[in-house]
């Protein structure tokens, strides 16, 4: 089965998508727990390493699933793939 050129349109910008997600989720959670101690050295707020393992990366993992949702269903409606009513 060959992909028509809208399929290959399609599949490679839900690549590129998820590939820009997996690199900030990456960054959220690792790069940040790996630099958790410089950043448990900020006095001004107390410690950024801590909230930003215990809430930060929370609010960061929900805003990732909310965006991906929205461009997906944004992209579906584009190349006429979508779910549900006409009007939506």
């Not at 107390?46 to 960061?60: K, R, T």
Request: positive net charge.
């Amino acid at each position: 089965m060959r992909l028509t050129r809208a399929h290959r349109q399609y599949w490679n910008r839900n690549l590129r998508v998820t590939g820009i997600l997996l690199a900030v989720w990456f960054i959220v959670t690792f790069v940040v727990a790996w630099f958790a101690r410089e950043l448990n050295e900020t006095t001004f707020i107390g410690p950024l390493g801590f909230y930003m393992g215990a809430q930060g990366a929370l609010v960061i993992y929900v805003a990732i699933v909310w965006f991906y949702a929205g461009y997906m269903n944004r992209l579906d409606r584009e190349f006429g793939v979508h779910e549900g009513k006409e009007d939506q």
